[in-house]
T-cell receptor, first 112, second 109 residues
Framework: DAGVIQSPRHEVTEMGQEVTLRCKPI?????LFWYRQTMMRGLELLIY????????DSGMPEDRFSAKMPNASFSTLKIQPSEPRDSAVYFC??????????FGPGTRLTVL | LAKTTQPISMDSYEGQEVNITCSHN???????ITWYQQFPSQGPRFIIQ???TKVTNEVASLFIPADRKSSTLSLPRVSLSDTAVYYC??????????FGTGTKLQVIP
């Protein structure tokens, strides 16, 4: 298996622009997680899905952030409009009831 | 959510055994204890998981006392490549878990 796939690996954008991060979970995993990591706040859970349904989005910072999972093999995290304080590494992870969380390589986002 | 507490940092010389202890006083009955390792610019990577007593794999051992309020990750004979941040979590992997600050292990030659 290729593991969790994230794209892009790096994204540089200007303040106010829309940013879309993409994730393909491991086949057969039915839980998907979006995390954000910064030096100041560490690794924070933003939202997670079970069977494509959002279960807990309490970690989403504000309405500028949205996440979707239209099917079992794809999820997006969108930031609109982006702000410099959104600069961070965004990780996607997937899991199943019988398996641990596997993380993708992350997307390093820089908002200028 | 069950909260975990672990040392912020540790130093060790190469070849020594390293033990990192984590406190999870509010662990729930169904929760597992899981340890992850993270290198700079990479996502966390699963090391070991257990429910009680002792678990060993090719990388590490995990010791969990009967009351399950703490656990100890043991890394035998560390090398420079073991320098990383180690996270202790309690919960179920398919549900919401909280990554704390982790323990930054620095292996010294």
């Amino acid at each position: 298996d290729a593991g969790v796939i994230q794209s892009p690996r790096h994204e540089v954008t200007e303040m106010g622009q829309e940013v879309t991060l993409r994730c393909k979970p491991i086949s057969g995993h039915n839980s998907l997680f979006w995390y954000r990591q910064t030096m100041m706040r560490g690794l924070e859970l933003l939202i997670y899905f079970n069977n494509n349904v959002p279960i807990d989005d309490s970690g989403m910072p504000e309405d500028r952030f949205s996440a979707k999972m239209p099917n079992a093999s794809f999820s997006t995290l969108k930031i609109q409009p982006s702000e410099p304080r959104d600069s961070a590494v965004y990780f996607c992870a997937s899991s199943s009831i019988t398996d641990t969380q596997y993380f993708g390589p992350g997307t390093r986002l820089t908002v200028l | 959510l069950a909260k975990t507490t672990q040392p912020i940092s540790m130093d060790s010389y190469e070849g020594q055994e390293v033990n990192i202890t984590c406190s999870h006083n509010n662990i729930a009955t169904n929760d597992y204890i899981t340890w992850y390792q993270q290198f700079p610019s990479q996502g966390p990577r699963f090391i070991i998981q257990g429910y009680k007593t002792k678990v060993t794999n090719e990388v590490a051992s995990l010791f969990i006392p009967a009351d399950r309020k703490s656990s100890t990750l043991s890394l035998p004979r560390v090398s420079l490549s073991d320098t990383a941040v180690y996270y202790c979590l309690s919960g179920r992997s398919y549900q919401k878990v909280t990554f704390g600050t982790g323990t930054k292990l620095q292996v010294i030659p």
